[in-house]
Nanobody, 126 residues
Framework: QVQLVESGGGLVQAGGSLRLSCAASGRTFSSYAMGWFRQAPGKEREFVAAISWSGGSTYYADSVKGRFTISRDNAKNTVYLQMNSLKPEDTAVYYC???????????????????WGQGTQVTVSS
């Protein structure tokens, strides 16, 4: 069992930056595949980025590629999402997710993850 707590969301102007953090409980964090998803009002939850257990592999949605960076610090049980050049269409609740099946590498679909945080709101004004 792992608990995830996101932080770092807020209101920012277009072109600005935010860094989201996701702190995980549990001693086996380093063996978890991690991901970030987002959900805008009236829309389905969508994949944003994923990172392997070691941090050696990452994958991004086309909509955020080149602007967002996912990283992790296994010593701190934390995964990050650095968001630069934010756009109004990035406005959403952002969720981090974890799955203990580290051997599968990168997980790109919400149904593949076992654990979810409560989400943090990101609002980008134009």
């Amino acid at each position: 069992q792992v608990q995830l707590v996101e932080s770092g969301g807020g209101l920012v102007q277009a072109g600005g930056s935010l860094r989201l953090s996701c702190a995980a409980s549990g001693r086996t964090f380093s063996s978890y595949a991690m991901g970030w998803f987002r959900q805008a009002p009236g829309k389905e939850r969508e994949f944003v980025a994923a990172i392997s257990w070691s941090g050696g592999s990452t994958y991004y949605a086309d909509s955020v590629k080149g602007r967002f960076t996912i990283s992790r610090d296994n010593a701190k049980n934390t995964v990050y999402l650095q968001m630069n050049s934010l756009k109004p269409e990035d406005t959403a609740v952002y969720y981090c997710a974890a799955d203990p099946r580290a051997w599968v590498g990168l997980l790109l679909h919400s149904y593949e993850y076992d654990y979810w945080g409560q989400g943090t709101q990101v609002t980008v004004s134009s």
